[in-house]
């Protein structure tokens, strides 16, 4: 016997009803991104656009003023100091964390006895929270009692005994120094994934026609691994532009302003001079530079889709 | 930086989702406390997490919960850094305490907020206000109103290492001359003279400020007299009898270097005295020496009742009754602190202990930090300034400069 659906089961069609599953599936994911993610957004933008201070705050004296607020962050010379310093702080990881990790993929590329246990030994760098191994180099670099000052000498770099995180002329590199750290093995973790792409076939026909060490890695390696380093410091980016928690810990943004990147000036803005309405404002806009990195990372994640999804018809 | 997430607070702010936990939670709370209708929860929060504070507050409390009527306390306690910050948070989520214990700078902040309470009648009533001494109880007013009561109050001096001084041949120095020439004269080796903290945060402006008001100025004639105060650290760092370092240690970290003798001096608090009491070498302490003037800063922490508490009579009552002088003076002995009632001072071990009569003696030229709403903003000038002229990048009149712009920017504009 035919079974036929009876109107009266449902108005809807099954690809309707298919449809109305899937959104009540998505329902939960919405749910938590409106509560953690859109609300507080909004709230801070909110928060930007008016005047609010710790007195406004219970007074409930709170006014809208526009882009006052924008306008009193982007006049303040820390501000300026502050997204130079995230800038060099940026560009300095990214620089060292990039290049250690592409000479360590390459390395670990290889098989040799150990490969495994040391790449994940590494990963513990990356694993640990921010708060752990700021503390970490904090107490390795200290001038009186930290194991660098006192292993330098030993081993022939007595040049390199430095007070590096109270002076204001070095607090920034020991501050990159520790990001490097934390950075190369995720870095290093991608890029060899990259690497097991490259069909080893197109090195054994290298070879064969004569082509170096060198040339094979200038000519196969580096091309092949263009999108992959694209990705991969595009996604350093993000992370490294938001840092907190590591130079929060290690300096504080001192000696003197030395390190306040542009994520602790916000801070200090909202939580020590109480100034909400410019603190959200500077939180905005910290946010520039990030965002417009993740925009481009997922275009070129949807380029790639689109030009693999074609050439595997 | 760890934020401790309030189990409450955060179910009740997150809104919607979770109301039907809350509501759950807040059931179990009520049944929970039904038990004696008539007795007041009164909410406290206050920053004592070492556990060397635990049998002294345990023991307040418990007397305060025997000896005031109907009321049980319900404590909770914060890192340091994170009271004042959580209390604001508090004027957003509106979960706050009944009373709180904060740290007298805080006043500047929290004084322009509408969070404490007015307690100028209630003191008028009382009438102990003139036991406190001067600089404690004028930290307490605001715009004219009493919004808190002195807990207990501290102030800097100056700790020696006597036997250095005595094979050295010099005397505790008085004037900054002095300090200068003996700090001078005890620096040997790995040794400095004298050691402070000059971190970057209120800990480090508390160690400067004395120094600014010994040379004569405050912080409305920073560009003056910050210059002075500066160019007389900048001198001691440049002679190596203070070392460079101390821009990245804490009040903690200058008495370790006086422990393990690697400092002959230290400016100090008397709350460092349980600990050098086990040094095993004798050491003294006295007065800050002055320059145009003797001053030093005051430090401690005031109790506060919050202007949104619904029981503000009973939480009245609870701190009038820890100012009694049998309350009082074991939960302060217990702490190590000094007292900041004058009525106290012949008593307990501040009657005896020849250190602690010292840190007395000057808490009549202790000043409160009293600059207003944006005081923190000066602060922070005050600090980058000190930094930059001990680590060398900038000359102390530029530093002075520069910071004065910003203090008077911040203070200006209240």
Known sequence: ?????????????????????????????????????????????????????????????????????????????????????????????????????????????????????????????????????????????DPESGAYNALFPAVGLGTLSHDWLTDPSTAMAGAIFANVWVGVPFNMLLLLVGLHTIDPELHEAAAIDGAGAWQRFRHITLPLMRPVSVTVLLLGLVYTFKVFDLVFVMTGGGPVDATRVLSLYAYEVFFTFFRFGQGAAAGLLLLVVPLLAGVSYVRRLRAEEEASAGGAV | MSYPVDRRGFLRSSGAATAAAS??????????????????????????????????????????????????????????????????????SGDLPDIAIVDNVSMNTLGGSHLLADLTSRVEKWGQADQYYKGPWDGCQVGGKTLGIPNNSNCLALYYNTAMLKSAGVKPPTTWDELASVAQRLTSGNRYGLALSAIKTEEGVFQFLPFLWQSGGDLNTFSAYGATALSFLDDLIRKGSLSEQCVGWTQQDANTRFLNQRAAMQINGPWQIPTLKKAAFEWDVVALPHDKQAATCLGGENWVLMAKSKHLDKAWEVLEYTQRPSVLVPYLVSFGDLPSRNDLASQGTWASDPALRLFLSQLPLARPRQYGTHYAEASEAVAEAEQAVLTGSASPSAAAKTAAAKIDKALGKQ
């Not at chain 2, 635990?54 to 850094?81: H, W």
Request: aromatic letters at 14%; proline letters at 6%.
């Open chain 1, 1 to 141: 016997m035919k079974r036929r659906h009876s109107p009266r089961r449902s108005f809807l069609s099954p690809s309707a009803r298919r449809r109305r599953a899937g959104y009540l599936f998505c329902l939960p994911g919405m749910a938590y991104l409106a509560l953690f993610l859109a609300y507080p957004l909004f709230y801070n933008v909110w928060t930007s656009v008016h005047d609010v201070e710790l007195g406004q705050l219970l007074g409930g004296t709170e006014r809208f003023n526009g882009l006052e607020n924008y306008r009193a962050v982007v006049a303040d010379p820390a501000f300026w100091h502050s997204v130079r310093l995230s800038l060099v702080f940026t560009l300095g990881s990214l620089l060292f964390q990039f290049a250690i990790g592409f000479a360590l993929a390459l390395l670990f590329a290889r098989p040799f006895p150990l490969n495994g246990l040391l790449r994940s030994l590494l990963l513990v760098a990356w694993l640990l929270p921010p708060v752990v191994s700021g503390t970490l180099f904090r107490w390795l670099l």
């Open chain 2, 23 to 92: 509501l759950g939670l807040g059931g179990a709370l009520t049944s929970c406390s039904s038990g004696k209708a008539s007795t007041v929860t009164l909410t406290w929060w206050d920053y004592f997490t070492l556990d060397n504070f635990q049998p002294g507050m345990n023991r307040l409390i418990r007397d305060i919960e025997s000896g005031v009527p109907d009321v049980k306390i319900e404590r909770r306690t914060f890192p340091f850094a994170d009271l004042v910050r959580q209390i604001t948070l508090g004027a957003i």
